[in-house]
């Protein structure tokens, strides 16, 4: 954001390297598992760093966890991004796998995916820490985030 340098780093709960050869990124989830919205539907990245542009931000992305995972590992071992799919496993419903887009769609929309993560997503990134650093502070989009905050309690804003 604005030509200053950020470095990115995440912590994966689990990469598999299934037989079909695609990387399946996995992160446990013992309570609420997020919504993800759906990457492969166009979008215009906001303009301006106010509550409406992270309202737009949200109603796509939904959760950014995952993209974000299969963004800093595709990068970091230099594969193409149609190479990982990413997932939840939900710890308190039977340990099922709650896949965000699965092989088959990536496959199907190939162009789609790859060029979400190599010029959207990016740009998504640069958005979000600009905001952080030169936006207003103005609370989480969700309401219900707040609920699960360990900083509620000393929380200006904390609804």
Request: glycine share 6%; proline share 4%; charged share 25%.
């Amino acid at each position: 954001s604005n030509g200053e340098k950020f470095k990115l780093t995440g912590r994966i709960d689990r990469i598999d390297l299934r037989n079909n050869g695609i990387y399946y990124i996995l992160d446990y989830k013992s309570g609420r598992v997020p919504e993800c919205g759906n990457i492969l539907k166009d979008f215009e990245i906001p303009i301006s760093f106010d509550r409406e542009g992270l309202i737009s931000l949200y109603t796509f992305l939904k959760d950014i966890q995952l993209p974000f995972y299969v963004y800093l590992y595709a990068v970091e071992k230099n594969i193409a991004f149609s190479d990982v799919v990413a997932g939840f496993v939900d710890l308190a419903y039977k340990g099922e796998e709650i896949i965000w887009i699965n092989e088959k769609k990536i496959q199907k929309q190939k162009e789609d995916y790859q060029n979400f993560f190599s010029y959207l997503f990016p740009e998504i990134l640069n958005y979000l820490i600009g905001h952080m650093l030169y936006g207003p502070v103005i609370g989480p989009i969700e309401p219900k985030t707040c609920t699960y905050c360990d900083y509620k309690f000393c929380c200006h804003i904390a609804f």
